[in-house]
């Protein structure tokens, strides 16, 4: 199979600090692949890794073929990147902007013109191309830095939590460009003839970091990251399916009864609110035996049970179970993020 990306074994440390720990990352051309994991896990880190723009203390990297290592601009060529903060020059316009980026990365007005009029109209910003980048809204400039890092239409985006900070309605049509551009790529720019046939697959990979489950779930792939190690790896289906039966939920009153009782049975491994209701997971085998006498204790304790019922896991409980110290499948640890 070709890959986009074929990094093995990465390490970085800042003094004592192991930033990340042994990273690799297989990812196939038509991918969109989710690093979730708290602040401080490696996300950034790897992120920068990838792109050239720190050096691993041991490891290697291929991005569509080229050695980032050795042939650094010619993998970067291949790279769209945005960063976590708004990098765009405020006092220039949208397309002033674009341009600049455009030319940074050698391309002449005849060809990035018109590739930034076809990309703001792709991202929905063609109406807005004299704005100052300054005047425009969260969600605007969020598109700009994505027009930005497309104008050179790259194989590899690499979006380092992009849609923190901004309204659900922002990230959910953030999302949907990162999707439609999986779906139907912008046609990316030719490589000389006789390059490596890796680098030629069709198909643009997404790379992206993210603290929200429902980003998660949108991945093709999730990679979980603790003390920069991926310690799970997998489908969001697959994730889910490790605690298939092992999930029930709760909803009644007071919440810190049915907690404290909850968290009282032996069978019980954690606790969580969701909302108005917890979530209750249970030892493997275990969901049955704490159905049948969890009421009868939430009810001898003074509590009041509306509905107590088996419920299909999400990656949050899948995320929490992994913060416990304690194994899901064959995975180990990782910390809750509270985002």
């Given at each position: 199979?070709?890959?986009?990306?074929?990094?093995?074994?990465?390490?970085?440390?800042?003094?004592?600090?192991?930033?990340?720990?042994?990273?690799?990352?297989?990812?196939?051309?038509?991918?969109?692949?989710?690093?979730?994991?708290?602040?401080?896990?490696?996300?950034?880190?790897?992120?920068?890794?990838?792109?050239?723009?720190?050096?691993?203390?041991?490891?290697?990297?291929?991005?569509?073929?080229?050695?980032?290592?050795?042939?650094?601009?010619?993998?970067?060529?291949?790279?769209?990147?945005?960063?976590?903060?708004?990098?765009?020059?405020?006092?220039?316009?949208?397309?002033?902007?674009?341009?600049?980026?455009?030319?940074?990365?050698?391309?002449?007005?005849s060809e990035?013109?018109?590739?930034?009029?076809?990309?703001?109209?792709?991202?929905?910003?063609?109406?807005?191309?004299?704005?100052?980048?300054?005047?425009?809204?969260?969600?605007?400039?969020?598109?700009?830095?994505?027009?930005?890092?497309?104008?050179?239409?790259?194989?590899?985006?690499?979006?380092?939590?992009?849609?923190?900070?901004?309204?659900?309605?922002?990230?959910?049509?953030?999302?949907?460009?990162?999707?439609?551009?999986?779906?139907?790529?912008?046609?990316?720019?030719?490589?000389?003839?006789?390059?490596?046939?890796?680098?030629?697959?069709?198909?643009?990979?997404?790379?992206?970091?993210s603290?929200?489950?429902?980003?998660?779930?949108?991945?093709?792939?999730?990679?979980?990251?603790?003390?920069?190690?991926?310690?799970?790896?997998d489908?969001?289906?697959?994730?889910r399916?490790?605690?298939?039966?092992?999930?029930?939920?709760?909803?009644?009153?007071?919440?810190?009864?049915?907690?404290?009782?909850?968290?009282?049975?032996?069978?019980?491994?954690?606790?969580?609110?969701?909302?108005?209701?917890?979530?209750?997971?249970?030892?493997?085998?275990?969901?049955?035996?704490?159905?049948?006498?969890?009421k009868?204790?939430?009810?001898?304790?003074?509590?009041?049970?509306?509905?107590?019922?088996?419920?299909?896991?999400?990656?949050?409980?899948?995320?929490?179970?992994?913060?416990?110290?304690?194994?899901?499948?064959?995975?180990p640890?990782?910390?809750?993020?509270?985002?």
């Amino acid at each position: 199979m070709n890959l986009l990306v074929n990094a093995t074994g990465l390490k970085k440390s800042f003094g004592e600090t192991h930033a990340v720990d042994g990273v690799s990352l297989q990812i196939p051309p038509g991918e969109i692949y989710g690093l979730v994991g708290s602040d401080g896990a490696g996300k950034t880190t790897t992120m920068r890794l990838l792109v050239g723009a720190l050096k691993p203390d041991y490891g290697s990297i291929e991005v569509c073929g080229y050695d980032v290592l050795k042939e650094t601009e010619d993998a970067r060529s291949q790279i769209g990147y945005l960063s976590q903060r708004f990098s765009m020059y405020e006092d220039l316009t949208v397309l002033e902007n674009i341009r600049f980026f455009a030319e940074v990365r050698g391309l002449s007005s005849s060809e990035w013109l018109p590739r930034s009029m076809e990309i703001l109209e792709f991202v929905g910003l063609d109406k807005f191309k004299d704005r100052r980048a300054g005047q425009l809204s969260g969600g605007m400039k969020q598109k700009l830095g994505l027009a930005s890092a497309l104008v050179t239409r790259p194989r590899l985006l690499l979006l380092d939590e992009p849609t923190t900070g901004v309204d659900p309605v922002t990230r959910q049509d953030f999302w949907q460009l990162v999707i439609k551009l999986v779906a139907t790529p912008l046609t990316p720019t030719p490589l000389p003839e006789g390059k490596r046939q890796g680098a030629r697959e069709e198909g643009v990979s997404v790379i992206i970091s993210s603290p929200y489950m429902d980003e998660a779930s949108r991945c093709h792939r999730v990679g979980f990251m603790k003390n920069g190690q991926i310690i799970a790896e997998d489908t969001p289906s697959n994730l889910r399916a490790r605690l298939n039966g092992r999930v029930l939920e709760l909803r009644g009153s007071p919440l810190d009864t049915l907690r404290h009782v909850a968290h009282a049975d032996v069978d019980v491994e954690d606790v969580q609110a969701f909302g108005d209701r917890l979530h209750i997971r249970v030892g493997e085998g275990k969901s049955k035996a704490v159905l049948k006498r969890l009421k009868a204790e939430i009810k001898q304790a003074g509590g009041r049970v509306d509905e107590l019922r088996s419920v299909p896991p999400v990656l949050e409980d899948v995320f929490i179970a992994l913060s416990d110290h304690e194994y899901v499948g064959a995975s180990p640890t990782l910390e809750r993020n509270e985002s």
